[in-house]
């Protein structure tokens, strides 16, 4: 715990438009909540409620907050940006700026990309799964099975998902103002970002109506290790 306690103090300044410190709840055997965010010392799992948002039209998001861009989001969530990323960094996710161009001092793209050692990269990446109870039933998806590829006609390619951790700007917190949590078309203010390909266009992305629930069915989402067998 004196690890986490560490960590915590250091996450507290990307809390300034709070008017409260979030507060992690400890429950034992490792595990650990804060708000709506259950996470796993041991198994470094997240997860948090949502609930299916959208089964038809192009998707630029996988996952938003509710105030967020809705219109165009596979899946819907109240949890909080913030409190999810205390649980990443609190579980040793290292975010990794590898997707997005170097901006020169007129925040224009040089055409570069940063250099970021390969360490890092292993430690950004994780798998996303959703589960829902139906008739009685559980049933698991990785969230890359949930989202289609109208060119390819076929699920989203098992790519990971980066962690790449938003940025605090006019001293807010990004991904909890913008509500942007899991982008499949590569959004800087987004908490987490599709690493694989077509990952610069909405174009090809629409809900995979062969495996989704209705609208509005309650949805559990979890972060894992990518290494981790599901």
């Not at 306690?5 to 429950?27: I, S």
């Not at 962690?163 to 909890?176: L, V």
Request: charged share 25%.
């Amino acid at each position: 715990m004196r690890i986490f306690a560490a960590l915590f103090a250091l996450l507290l300044t990307t809390a300034a438009e709070e008017p409260t410190q979030p507060v992690v709840t400890e429950l034992g055997d490792g595990k650990y909540t804060i708000g709506t965010v259950e996470f796993d010392e041991n198994s470094r799992r997240i997860s948090f409620p949502a609930e299916i948002n959208q089964i038809e039209g192009v998707l630029e998001f996988a996952i938003v907050h509710e105030k967020g861009k809705i219109h165009e989001s596979l899946l819907m969530t109240r949890t909080s940006a913030l409190h999810l990323n205390i649980a990443l960094k609190l579980l040793r996710y290292q975010s990794s700026p590898e997707l997005f161009p170097i901006l020169d001092e007129n925040f224009e793209s040089t055409g570069k990309f940063p250099n970021v050692p390969e360490a890092q990269k292993t430690a950004s990446r994780l798998q996303i799964l959703v589960s829902w109870e139906l008739d009685g039933a559980k049933k698991e998806y990785s969230l890359n099975d949930l989202i289609y590829h109208t060119t390819t006609e076929r699920p989203m390619e098992p790519a990971p998902w980066i962690y790449q951790g938003s940025y605090i700007h006019e001293n807010s917190f990004k991904a909890e103002t913008s509500g942007d949590l899991v982008a499949i078309y590569i959004t800087r203010s987004s908490l987490l970002n599709f690493a694989g390909k077509d990952n610069e266009t909405d174009e090809p992305w629409t809900p995979n109506q062969k495996i989704l629930p209705p609208m509005g069915t309650p949805v559990t989402v979890t972060f894992a290790p990518l290494l981790e067998k599901k």
